[in-house]
């Protein structure tokens, strides 16, 4: 299955990604087929030289069925090349520790609400009454 994907390059610390189109079975940073573009991160978004893209290369192995990943297809629909994803699931890591403290007093709140609300007692005695009782056959074993 062909991919669209990143390839790391740089040195420590310092990464510069390759927008290759490579078999899905191959290592990341190995063998691929064709070098579309690039795409370094470490610059701010609105520089030009952050992506580079092939756009015409890109198109074609798009229409032979080549399939981006995540971070491409975002890097793609910013360039309008494919349309944008949806979003994904954000987790509360991405949110500051001090807004977080916020928002979960809010939903404690919300919760001492619920709470106020009565509740059906468990019906735990029914559940005895139906098991059968078996008697001990310990003192037979004895004799």
């Known amino acids: 299955m062909l991919k669209l994907r990143l390839s790391m390059g740089g040195t420590k610390k310092r990464p510069v990604y390759k927008i290759v189109v ?4 191959f290592p990341r940073d190995g063998r691929f087929i064709e070098k579309l573009g690039y795409f370094n991160p470490l610059l701010p978004k609105d520089k030009k030289d952050r992506v580079g893209l092939e756009s015409e290369r890109i198109k074609y ?3 032979q069925g080549a399939k981006p990943t995540t971070r491409v297809a975002r890097i793609l629909g910013e360039n309008k090349l494919i349309e944008m994803p949806a979003a994904g699931n954000n987790p509360n890591k991405a949110i500051p ?3 977080r403290k916020k928002q979960d007093a809010g939903a404690e709140k919300k919760e001492d609400k619920k709470a106020d609300a009565p509740k059906e007692a468990p019906k735990a005695e029914e559940k005895k009454a139906d098991a059968p009782k078996e008697a001990p056959k310990a003192e037979e074993n004895k004799k």
């Open 97 to 99: 520790k001090k807004d």
């Open 61 to 63: 192995w798009l229409g």
């Open 22 to 25: 490579a078999d899905s079975r």
